[in-house]
């Protein structure tokens, strides 16, 4: 299984940039994805 991608810092920025992004004036609820482990 080729986990490279995790370790990409490119990658990694976009999903930085995205939470950043993300407005913090409302409440947001979070589901864990099945077959995951938490």
């Not at 991608?5 to 950043?20: S, W």
């Amino acid at each position: 299984m080729d986990l490279s991608g995790f370790r990409d810092p490119a990658i990694a920025r976009g999903v930085i940039d995205a939470l950043n992004a993300i407005p913090l004036d409302r409440t947001y609820n979070i589901m864990e994805v099945c077959g995951t482990h938490t």
